[in-house]
């Protein structure tokens, strides 16, 4: 399955962004499908996770301002992100069966 990223950009601090992951195939069987960020020069950290069933884990530092969802209708996993920080900064992948995207920048500013 390819995924494809989107709806990232700059936006200040306090602000909102959803971001969206198309997937190429049906998502349906899909169980598990999550949502990691890198920062510049970090590693790769995991942000969201939802399996089949809608059950979802957050990262502390997102908890109560994130929310992961998925549309199998659509064949599309999302990333809702409230309340904003600078150090919610980076390139955003959605993640499936192994397979990642090639990410969606992510810019909060101060």
């Known amino acids: 399955v390819q995924m494809v990223e989107s709806g990232g950009g700059l936006v200040q601090a306090g602000g909102s962004l959803r971001l969206s992951c198309a997937a190429s195939?049906?998502?349906?069987?899909?169980?598990?499908m999550a949502w990691y960020r890198q920062a510049p020069g970090m590693d790769r950290e995991l942000v969201a996770t939802?399996?089949?069933?809608?059950?979802?884990y957050y990262a502390d530092s997102v908890k109560g301002r994130f929310t992961i969802a998925r549309d199998n209708a659509k064949n599309t996993l999302y990333l809702q992100m409230n309340s904003l920080k600078s150090e919610d900064t980076g390139t955003y992948y959605c993640?499936?069966?192994?397979?990642w995207g090639k990410g969606t920048l992510v810019t909060v500013s101060s």
């Open positions: 993640a499936a069966r192994g397979n």
């Open positions: 939802i399996n089949s069933r809608g059950n979802t």
């Open positions: 195939e049906s998502i349906v069987n899909i169980n598990n």
